[in-house]
């Protein structure tokens, strides 16, 4: 059974930084679309920023896009998301979520992602 577990959220002061980690069992991430989401209480999840198979065609969310960067580690089998210049409106508990074996992604199409990891929680406010 495949685990996805998310690390590295925490509160962090407007303007500052956080670096998401996702780590898979059983799945080899690198075959899989990736994706970052988050969900903001009272709000629905959204698609912040996915990748494809092989590491390609990354996608962000335009209020993210300049201050996010989707990579991968494929010797550690991990998806990471560095978030920069966060802001209050980046609050939200943060999910990796494994979808099909293709090269495109898309943020808008969450049931596609079979896997979900627990979230980690990121706050950012002063």
């Known amino acids: 059974q495949l685990q996805l577990v998310e690390s590295g959220g925490g509160l962090v002061q407007p303007g500052g930084s956080l670096r998401l980690s996702c780590a898979a069992s059983?799945?080899?991430?690198?075959?899989?679309?990736i994706g970052w989401f988050r969900q903001a209480p009272g709000k629905e999840r959204e698609g912040v920023s996915c990748l494809g198979r092989s590491g390609s065609n990354p996608d962000y969310k335009d209020s993210v896009k300049g201050r996010f960067t989707i990579s991968r580690d494929n010797t550690n089998n991990m998806v990471y998301l560095q978030m920069n210049s966060l802001k209050p409106e980046d609050t939200g508990v943060y999910f990796c979520?494994?979808?099909?074996?293709?090269?495109?992604?898309?943020?808008?199409?969450?049931?596609?992602?079979?896997?979900w990891g627990q979230g980690t929680q990121v706050t950012v406010s002063s």
């Open positions: 979520g494994l979808g099909p074996p293709r090269y495109i992604c898309d943020l808008d199409l969450a049931y596609e992602y079979e896997y």
């Open positions: 059983t799945f080899m991430l690198d075959d899989h679309v």
